[in-house]
């Protein structure tokens, strides 16, 4: 159950453990983490995106990687690639996403392991595009998109955030096989 997908110099991205579910519940449940998302998290909603998360790695062999700091043994978060669930203009499509701990961000863990899982989905899994996406008032993880490499592709309106709400508009990004 351990597996390993992915090592950076600082981190390692691999499947999710029992002991991950606790500093992962509380992730979720922080204001600040979860700022850009329509609400945090309860412990229960939790646990079914951990068992959605790695049924996804073990059906396609990639997913929502656990992120480990090395330096340290600890969980900080996810980053990785997954298929989307819901549809749009560009889907189905392979989107890279992350989500860390608020007292590692800023740190540059986010970009290190986004820019592996990149390598990752174009030289083992042989994609040929990546998307990824967020609210427009998220700079900082559009920040990350740009330190990546992607292009922004222009806006959607993400049909699983209610009309009206103000979370709905979302900018997308894409990069290609090189």
């Not at 007292?103 to 174009?122: D, H, R, S």
Request: glycine share 6%; charged share 25%.
């Amino acid at each position: 159950m351990n597996e390993i997908f992915i090592e950076t110099s600082r981190l390692i991205l691999r499947q999710w453990k029992e002991t991950d579910l606790e500093p992962f519940a509380q992730l979720n449940m922080d204001n600040d983490v979860m700022g850009f998302f329509p609400s945090v998290l309860a412990k229960e909603e939790t646990l079914v995106l951990v068992n959605r998360v790695t049924k996804h790695i073990k059906e396609y062999g990639f997913g929502l990687f656990a992120a480990e700091r090395k330096d340290n043994n600890q969980f900080i978060g996810f980053t990785g690639l997954s298929h989307p669930r819901f549809e749009s203009h560009f889907t189905p499509c392979v989107e890279i996403g992350w989500r860390l701990s608020k007292e590692n961000w800023n740190q540059g863990f986010a970009t290190e392991a986004a820019k592996a899982c990149l390598q990752f989905g174009f030289d083992t899994l042989k994609l040929s595009e990546i998307y990824s996406f967020t609210t427009v008032s998220n700079f900082r993880s559009e920040n990350v998109m740009k330190k990546i490499g992607m292009i922004k592709e222009g806006y959607f309106e993400h049909p699983s955030v209610e009309d009206g709400h103000i979370l709905k508009k979302h900018v997308l990004y894409k990069t290609c096989q090189h």
